[in-house]
T-cell receptor, first 113, second 112 residues
């Protein structure tokens, strides 16, 4: 059973600070990693995806991938109250022809004004 | 641009009653389609996925079934609901196996 591990939180961060969300995965062959944001009672929405080792930046968001350590993280700079949500990490399993995207249970983030 | 819609948004059903949730995707052809369930306090669980009309793969044994009668239509059904079927059901789509998955608005199901 391939898995994603996330700290469920809650993680509290002051407004304007950097929020750091972490995720480890069990499928060493996986090539695709995703971060979704889910507001309470709503469906998940894609924030970023990353395929290559290193950092990928998009506005205030930076995804970091370390395949050797099987570790992916999401940094949110200049955190805003609107960033308060649950953040889901996901990876696409590496089995040929397998269409499955496996999700973690999510980290609940609260930005404190 | 592509859009995905699912309905109904919320429903309350008695134990033993049937279920039908419907999802359609617009603005694309031959998408991969998915049904996920999110139970309270738990992660997203993949229930079914489909790579084409009439092609359904089931991830977990359960009393639910899925069908894809048309290219952009995906239906989740049950003949007799259980209390444990309560949860947030999400339809999703992607283009090919390498692309990102996008979710619909979700359907809240409460079985009473």
């Amino acid at each position: 059973q391939k898995e994603v591990e996330q700290n469920s939180g809650p993680l509290s961060v002051p407004e304007g600070a950097i929020a750091s969300l972490n995720c480890t995965y069990s499928d060493r062959g996986s090539q695709s990693f995703f971060w979704y944001r889910q507001y309470s009672g709503k469906s998940p929405e894609l924030i970023m995806f990353i395929y290559s080792n290193g950092d990928k930046e998009d506005g205030r968001f930076t995804a970091q991938l370390n395949k050797a350590s099987q570790y992916v993280s999401l940094l949110i700079r200049d955190s805003q109250p609107s960033d308060s949500a649950t953040y889901l990490c996901a990876f696409r399993e590496s089995n040929f022809g397998n269409e499955k995207l496996t999700f973690g249970t999510g980290t609940r983030l609260t930005i404190i004004p | 641009s592509q859009t995905i819609h699912q309905w109904p948004a919320t429903l309350v059903q008695p134990v033993g009653s049937p279920l039908s949730l419907e999802c359609t995707v617009e603005g694309t052809s031959n998408p991969n389609l998915y049904w996920y369930r999110q139970a309270a306090g738990r992660g997203l669980q993949l229930l079914f996925y489909s790579v084409g009309i009439g092609q359904i793969s089931s991830e977990v044994p359960q009393n639910l079934s899925a069908s894809r009668p048309q290219d952009r239509q995906f239906i989740l059904s049950s003949k007799k609901l259980l209390l444990s079927d309560s949860g947030f059901y999400l339809c999703a789509w992607s283009l090919g196996s390498k692309n990102t998955i996008y979710f619909g608005e979700g359907s809240w199901l409460t079985v009473v």
